[in-house]
């Protein structure tokens, strides 16, 4: 792995670290807040439809401004999602524990960082002009969500799907994450953010990104050393997340693992094929009672006509949480307008078992390798290619800057 690469992310990383089910598969109005007789009906009404489970279930509840993703353990409203900015998940929560955060709390009252989103960058394409800051902000770098100073990316549609339950986000990433680089990097960068529950008891996020064409001073680049990374920030608390688990053995029990303020490695630059495709954010102190989540990526390498792209495993630590980054390196040139194909599965459970380590391992060996697209290697005739079709005409709409998504539900 390239020095330089590891060096910047030393730097970078420190410094910045910072669904009610029916039967009917219905949008409903989520029973937070009962201020009123309709949200008090239709949390009755949710309750009552969600005890005839008798598995996981999830629905995509809408409140206020709002969607959220929950999840029902044997018709127990357990955990909870709510999509944002793009398509980011702002928040997820344990409601079983009065609501309890279970992401890293923000840096700076931001709603662009500490959210589980992409990121891309690239070492090859440096300011160095007029720039007096450190040399690690001068990288052409953009999120999801948006920027270091909470200026908000565009969110251009969103979909839903009530039969299947699933959720669409189109969003457009166009400024870069530090402000005084905006002048002088431009880009847009369109994509989708799928997201699904599977009745085993997790969230799909499946995430489509056309990388755009960047430029330096005016003048038009190439990527040659694209890094995407699934930026996943789980919450760093004596409560909530102390361990972090590569691998368990069959009974459930850590047996590759790190505890927090000890030993957690910063960008280990880990290759997928070298671990069990999860990682485990848990409580250390009580490792069966309290809240554990899964992060699932696979253990195989990316797809991608250039044979030096990889798949790599990150980790991090910072003051107030835990960082599990799955990330694609493409390793050589990548045209403009190619696609980055990733898919996760974030599992959430009340505490370490047999059964969930039973499920990762499953689950690993189920998940779909990332990808990467050039443009002329979109299969003719997929749904990628109508998805890409999408994504281009995103290129010149214009959408929304809002965390609050629910009023640009395009078919609702």
Known sequence: ????????????????FHIGCSSENEI???????TSEEEITTQITAKNSALT????????????????????????????FRIGTTGVISEMRDRTESFKALLSPSFNNEQTDRVVQWTIWSLDLIRNLNYTGPSFEQRFNVTQGGTFTNQLHQTLDVEINTANNQLD????????????????????????????????GFLKVYRVVSVGQPKLNGVVNQWNDLYFEGW?????????????????????????????NQNIPTYPFLSVSNTNGYAVVFNNQNRTGKDAVGIVYGT??????????????????????????????????????????????IVPRSGLSADMSSLLTTLSS???????????????GSE?????????????????????IRPLISNN
């Open 169 to 200: 986000v189109y969003g457009k990433a166009d400024l870069q994450w530090k402000l005084d680089n905006q002048s002088v990097m431009t880009g847009n960068h369109t994509a989708l953010t799928h997201y699904s529950y599977d009745s085993r």
């Open 300 to 345: 195989n390498n990316v797809i991608s006509s250039n044979t030096n792209a990889s798949y790599v495993l990150n980790t991090l630590e910072w003051d107030t949480g835990i960082g599990v980054f799955p990330a694609i390196l493409a390793n050589g040139n990548l045209p403009a307008y190619s696609l980055v194909e990733q898919t996760m599965y």
């Open 366 to 380: 189920e998940i779909p390798a990332p990808r990467i697209y050039k443009p002329s290697e979109i299969p003719s």
């Open 53 to 80: 489970a008798n598995t996981w279930t999830g629905s995509i509840n809408l409140y206020q401004n709002d969607i959220w993703f929950v999840l029902f353990d044997n018709g127990v409203a357990t955990y909870d």
């Open 232 to 260: 996943t920030p789980m919450k760093g608390d004596d409560d909530v997340f102390t361990g972090l688990a590569l691998g368990m053995d069959s009974q459930g029990t850590p047996s590759w693992w790190y505890l927090r």
């Open 28 to 34: 409903t109005e989520n029973p937070e807040i009962n």
């Open 384 to 404: 990628l290619e109508t998805i890409y079709s999408t994504l281009q005409a995103n290129e010149s709409i214009s959408g929304t800057r809002t965390d609050h």
């Open 1 to 16: 792995m390239n020095n330089k690469i590891i060096f910047h992310l030393l730097f970078c990383s420190i410094c910045f």
